[in-house]
């Protein structure tokens, strides 16, 4: 028994010490690049590894205001926050119709739905941006929020869904008695008891716009229209890339993110893995 | 109550929004995709029908050789990896009581931060003058050149890209395998343990079945994540040297927005979408299975 | 309970106007900045846009800043009469969304552009408009010769206005050089000798950068240059690729990449050229518009800054950055107003003196302010029997260029040998552009 429990233990000691390492590979590069973030340019080249010699804090303040890092951080969260309300809100009113709702088409409806989960946006882009650039929708943040609302549906439909169907029939009825519309039990039943799924569909859609590079670069080319991961991938220029500045802007890019994090930890990655267990 | 939800008007008032969103942004880009891809079509010319030229083209392109290949090497080795070290982290972290919640959200962690950022972040630990190879250097060791090499079936950066990229999103296969893990009853390991069985043993018996349907799930939304894979590659090597390190997505973004290809491109898209689908029903016809009562 | 329901929606369906109506308010505020709705507003101003390939503002780059100059200056001596906004985006992206604005009808009023086959891009379509009836006032004869001009001339209408000229050169070491015994090469083997010479005396000969592909491609194209490449012969299919020529190009390549610096391959075109001004390699070939870059970066440096022609050939590789007009545009004598300011005296002063770039007009310039390299580039402009354009520049179509780069980054790379190169290059200008 003795022995057993000493093999648990070394056991134990071998997952802490395998998991640390694991940590480590995640956690050095970050601290890597923010360390080289305050270094001069000549600094980066001759010591990259060693701790910068002072703070030197011109590289932020650059790409916060030349580097239109500060525009493109507003630009993102207009167009991120924007897309997250709609989305919650037309995604439910369609879960609401697919899940509660009765009428013959709700399979096939939810069957074209989640068909949009598998297309990458790729193969809409050409068009969309053809479309666009005709009806003047191209370089205006409008026209990002259209394809980032309806590429966010999918996934909310799926998991309101889900959270409509669970919902017991009992509540539906007894407000039908109180002599509730159904647009009453959509606003001030059902919603309100699926709080957790706007939370996780909410996260999800926001962590994915935020992120999205690939459209946003095709139809933004306005400087000050741009959002975020469009900027910092501007700051690699073929003719001259200022590298202390280009990690200062990576730095600005991650830490808002980050801290937001490491406060609701917790709860963004079992709502995120929520989701996508539903989903 | 029936009556109140088979209301006409209220069905048609909560679907119409979503409905109409899909069908413009994406049913009818889709169809004009497809049309597209028959097209002779470079932006600033109306679209002129082409028949299959495009398509005979691909035949004849080399860079698309190397990106469909990649595009599969991505996709296997994201399906697999993410698999067994998905699969690994979750049981180990599920064995430890300390510091799981800190391990767990320093894993999950790069999954949310912009891959923009992660990209040149990578690509510049990997360039020659910074980074690794310099770090390498103090100990006297000459690195290879890690998004440069051009040697092998799978060349070196695109081993490099999806370490990274397996780097980033490892988190999210970890979490959902855990969280079906914690789903399974206490009882039925109990139960094993009074068997006899080892802890190896009662993973592989019980858990592995357990999980299978999501597996599927991780899976399907790997495969799809990996073959719309675009801004790691696109902020490491922009698809160089030489076209080597292309994937579809980055194909189709050159050839369309760098060359003004559009009616190539579409083909691209095409074959894109037509690939998302099959990966997709393969994986649930071969990995999902029906599902067992926990 | 229903009328409730019907006000939230109703709310809901104002608050989705609302929000629509602050994008369509947003974006036509923005619009001012980046559409060709060059109208006059309320005021009388007349707005015109003006498209550029770098960031006035943060950029490094002095001929960008002397841009910044330009506009700014431009903007205010005719403060109510016109206005010009600036459209940046990076180089990597420029033609990309032109080509979005063009389709999109918003084809800024004034662009720079590349002559060569990306000016082709714009002419025939009828995007950029003839600019011979507003060169015809005079403005023509400030320029230093009608050969300014040849590049952007498409049966015989001018299209666009040259701002400067940049040559390809061998910036070199001179420290290095004494120290290694070395002597300005003058041909094909005397380079050979002097890199040897150099790396025999410990130092990296030469420093590029095949990360960033155009460099290595300029060098490829002198070499082609060398082996008298026709490159129109080759366009329309009376001269081909495997006839020996790229071949010999290609294995010059190779031989010369013995003497390039270890880390060549991953380097970017900022690193490489951070090589040569910090002093770890003798030879640069560059661009003259390194010059601003290298003495900005080190300015010790100047002084033991030379330049020589890239040995063995007589033209030099030469480039304009020039500015088309828009087709479209409702304000065209703003625009030529605007186009003017960049070949003014001032600006074309700041050129020499500062941008380190040669002036496309008469202007005199103080040679003593100006860097010094520039006065060595300039004799190597005017030794040379002529220019040739940038080979990735020259091509038929755009994507031929980049095909021609990489092709060259592969012979580098090893991955494909001078045989092999020749034999994908003919390939694919037989499907693709001919």
Known sequence: ?279 | MDKLLRDKKAIIIFITPALLLFTVVLFIPICQSVYYSFCEYKGLTAPKFIGLTNYRNMLKDKSLVYALKNSLFFLIFSCLTQLVIGLLLAGLLTNIEKGRNLFKNIIYLPCVLSSTALGLLWMFIFSPKLGVNQLLAKFGMEGPKWLMDTSGFIILPMWVIAFVALWQYVGQSMMLYMAQISGISKSLYEASYIDGCSKVKSFIHITLPLIRPMVATAMSLNAIGSLKFFDLIFNMTEGGPNHRTEVLATHLYTQGFKFNKYGYASAIGVILIVLCLAVTAFINKVVKTENYEM | MKRKLLAAILSVAMAATLLTGCGGAASTSGDSTASADSEASADGVQEISWMFWDDLNATEDLITKGYGEVIDRFNKDYEGKYHVTPITTNLEEYYPKLNALVAANETPDVFIVSPGPNLTDYVDPGVAAPLDSYLADGWKDTFTSDAVFSQMTYDGQIYAVPLNTAAACAFYNTEMFEAAGAKVPTNWDEMLDACEKLQAAGYTPITISAGTAWCLSMVAGYLCEMEGVDLAALADGSASWEDGKLEAAATKLVELSKYFQPTAAGDTNDVATANFYNGEAAILIQGSWAIGQINGENPDFESKCGVFQFPGVERVIAKSDSLAMSSSTKCPEACIALMKYFTDDTAQKYTAEIGGKIPVTKVEYDASVAPQQLAYVMDVFGNAKGTFGFYNESMPTTETGAHFDDTMVSVFLGDMTPAEAATDMEDFYASNCR
Request: hydrophobic residues 55%; aromatic residues 14%.
């Open chain 1, 1 to 279: 028994m003795k022995n057993s429990k000493t093999k648990s233990t070394i056991i134990k000691v071998m997952i802490y010490v395998f998991l640390t390492l694991v940590a480590i590979i995640y956690l050095a590069p970050l601290l890597w690049v923010f360390m080289v973030s305050f270094k001069t340019n000549a600094e980066i080249f001759t010591s990259p590894f060693a701790l910068p010699e002072s703070f030197y804090l011109d590289n932020f303040i650059f790409a916060w205001t030349a580097g239109k890092l500060g525009i493109a951080t507003l630009n993102s969260f207009i167009v991120c926050g924007v897309t997250l309300v709609l989305s919650m809100l037309i995604g439910s009113m369609a879960a609401f119709a697919i899940g509660r709702l009765r009428w013959k088409l709700a399979g096939p409806c939810m069957t074209f739905f989640m068909i949009g989960m598998m297309i990458p946006v790729h193969c809409v882009m050409i068009p969309l941006f053809t479309r666009f650039a005709k009806i003047g929708l191209s370089n205006s943040l409008i026209g990002l929020v259209l394809p980032y609302l309806t590429f966010s549906l999918p996934v909310t439909i799926f998991i309101m869904t889900g959270f409509f169907k669970s919902m017991p029939n009992e509540l539906i009825e007894s407000a039908c008695i109180d002599g509730a519309s159904i647009y009453g039990i959509f606003f001030k039943i059902a919603l309100p008891l699926s709080k957790t799924g706007l939370f996780v569909t909410g996260l999800m859609t926001f962590v994915a716009n935020w992120n999205e590079l690939l459209l946003a670069m095709v139809l933004i080319s306005d400087d000050t229209k741009k959002t975020l991961p469009v900027s910092l991938s501007k700051f690699v220029g073929p003719y001259n890339t200022n590298y202390s500045q280009m990690f200062a802007a990576i730095i600005i890019a991650i830490i808002p993110t980050i801290i937001v994090y490491c406060i609701f930890s917790n709860q963004i990655v079992d709502g995120l893995t929520a989701g996508a267990v539903k989903g």
